[in-house]
Structures are given as structure tokens and as C-alpha cells.
């Protein structure tokens, strides 16, 4: 009934995103890359219950299909986001705030590659070249020298695009989940596959570190004021990527997510003392020109 809603759900969805990174990225220093992780999903999962139960309450008469499809699909894009989450805050640990988010976003071309060759979704020409301008504007924006201001921009560089590898196939995985769920229900859909999906990574990576780093999950529990604000930001940006995602093909809505890069740069001047140089302003200007040709496929 309404297309076009997955345009506001992907922009708020790339705000709280910032949110949640920069928080996690506070709690590095004591909880490590799998504890930052953990408080994603561990935090996020009540919230995430919650919306369930107002979605049930607002769609009465779902029929949710817990098929093998659904699970395969699930399942395989909550081990690819864990590995992506973890990916991204190492590189924003070693090459900056804004040069792991800007990496990250490298799953704009995958993700649209993914979603023609997986799932048959068709974009226009005016997409693809949108998706070529985005992409080429994040390779001026990441290259060698322009945003390093970690202490290690290679291995940075490296781990965001492994993060941004992950999350592109992440993104059809649970594009493929929400509509094998529901497809008459998109919201119910979109925050019922958050629920299901977090609770599958909040018991299995609790377990992997009770079980190898029980001092990384003292630090995520003694840190729970800050972990809790996370986990609120993290689920009601899972709960818009998701809602976007079961509304509209994969490659728009990363690519309209793109916009999340000069959020991140903003918030890496604001909160971590990076700095932005005029390379990265004109190559953000072109990632943006890119956002709005894809968005209007």
C-alpha cells in the first residue's frame, strides 16, 4: 500500500546505525570486537520482542511461514552480519570512524550483483549507473591516504571491506527471509525476521564468549547503560533496514543507505577528531549524486 516508505525507513535506519557504531565503538577498549558485537543483538533483542508485539497487535491475522527457505535464509544472514558487525569496528578501531563506515558501504555493488544473479531483481539502467557513480565516489573516498586517521588504515581498509563483503550478502539474505516469512505483512515481516535473527546471535556469540573471553562479557554487563542505548539504536535500525528490504530490491535501499557515510563523517569530527579534507567532500558530493540516481530507478 505504501512503496515509497521504504525511502524514510532506510534514512532513519542510516542515523541510528551512526548511533549504535559510535557507541559500540566506545565500548571497544573493554569489551573487544566480539563483546561490541554482542551488545548489538544481546541489547537490541528486547526492544526488538517489543516491536513484535505491536506489529501482531496492528496486523491482526498473520500467517507467518516458518519454512526451511525462511530459516536457510535467516540463519545465513545473521552469521554474515555477526562476521560484518565484527569487521566493521575493527576497521573503525584501526583506520577511523568515517573511513570503516565509507568501506562498509562497498556492499553496494555486491549487493546489487547479489540481488540480480540470487534473487532476479531487475534495475534500470539509470540504477546501474547510480550504483557505478556511488561506487566510484567510494573508491575516491577510501583510497590510500584520504581518511587515515587510525593508527592502521591498511589493515583498516581491509577489514572494512570484508565488512562491507559480509553486509552486501547479508542485506539479500534477509531481503529473501522477510518475504519467505510474510509477504502480505511487510512490517510485521521486517521486525518479527529482527527478532528471530537476534536472538539466534545473542545466544550463540553469549556462549562463544562465555566460553573463550568471560572478561569480555563482564565488561558488556558492567557497561549496560551504555550497551542498553546501543541495543535501542541497533534494533530500531534493524527494524528500517528490514522494513526497507522486504519493500523494495536490496541495491536502492544500500544504496540510499549510503547517505550514512557523511553522517559518520560528521560524527568522527564531532566525537573522535577527524577531520574532513577537500578530497572527501567532493567525492562524498559524488556518492551522493550516485544515492539519488539509483533512488530514482
Same mark, same amino acid.
Given at each position: 500500500m505504501f512503496p515509497l516508505v521504504w525511502i524514510p525507513a532506510t534514512i532513519a535506519a542510516s542515523f541510528l546505525q551512526v548511533a549504535r557504531n559510535a557507541l559500540q565503538r566506545g565500548l571497544m577498549p573493554s569489551t573487544g570486537p566480539w563483546g561490541a558485537t554482542l551488545v548489538r543483538f544481546l541489547f537490541g533483542l528486547p526492544f526488538?520482542?517489543?516491536?513484535?508485539?505491536? #506489529?501482531?497487535?496492528?496486523?491482526?491475522?498473520?500467517?507467518?511461514?516458518?519454512?526451511p527457505p525462511f530459516w536457510i535464509a535467516a540463519m545465513t544472514g545473521a552469521l554474515a552480519q555477526v562476521l560484518a558487525t565484527a569487521s566493521l569496528l575493527v576497521a573503525m578501531r584501526r583506520a577511523g570512524f568515517a573511513v570503516g563506515t565509507a568501506l562498509q558501504q562497498s556492499s553496494l555493488p555486491l549487493a546489487a550483483v547479489l540481488g540480480l544473479v540470487v534473487f532476479r531483481d531487475n534495475l534500470s539502467l539509470v540504477a546501474w549507473a547510480g550504483v557505478a557513480v556511488t561506487t566510484a565516489g567510494l573508491a575516491v573516498l577510501t583510497?590510500?591516504?584520504?581518511?587515515?586517521?587510525?593508527? &592502521?588504515p591498511v589493515s583498516g581498509a581491509l577489514f572494512g571491506g570484508l565488512s562491507g563483503v559480509c553486509f552486501g550478502f547479508s542485506l539479500n539474505a534477509f531481503r529473501h527471509a522477510a518475504l519467505a516469512l510474510e509477504p502480505r505483512h511487510a512490517v510485521f515481516s521486517a521486525v518479527a525476521c529482527v527478532a528471530i535473527v537476534q536472538a539466534a546471535q545473542a545466544f550463540f556469540l553469549t556462549l562463544y564468549l562465555a566460553l573463550r573471553d568471560p572478561a569480555a562479557l563482564r565488561a558488556v554487563i558492567v557497561g549496560w547503560r551504555q550497551s542498553l542505548a546501543a541495543g535501542l539504536c541497533g534494533a530500531c535500525a534493524s527494524s528500517g533496514w528490514f522494513l526497507a528490504l522486504a519493500l523494495a530490491p536490496a541495491a536502492p535501499v544500500r544504496a540510499l543507505g549510503v547517505i550514512e557515510a557523511p553522517i559518520a563523517a560528521i560524527a568522527g569530527r564531532r566525537f573522535f577528531s577527524e577531520r574532513l579534507h577537500?578530497?572527501?567532500?567532493? #567525492?562524498?558530493?559524488?556518492?551522493?549524486?550516485?544515492?539519488?540516481?539509483? #533512488?530514482? &530507478?
Open positions: 526488538s520482542i517489543v516491536f513484535v508485539g505491536v #506489529a501482531l497487535w496492528l496486523t491482526p491475522g498473520v500467517q507467518a511461514h516458518f519454512s583510497w590510500p591516504g584520504a581518511l587515515s586517521t587510525g593508527p &592502521r577537500p578530497r572527501q567532500i567532493l #567525492a562524498g558530493s559524488a556518492v551522493l549524486a550516485g544515492v539519488v540516481t539509483t #533512488a530514482l &530507478r
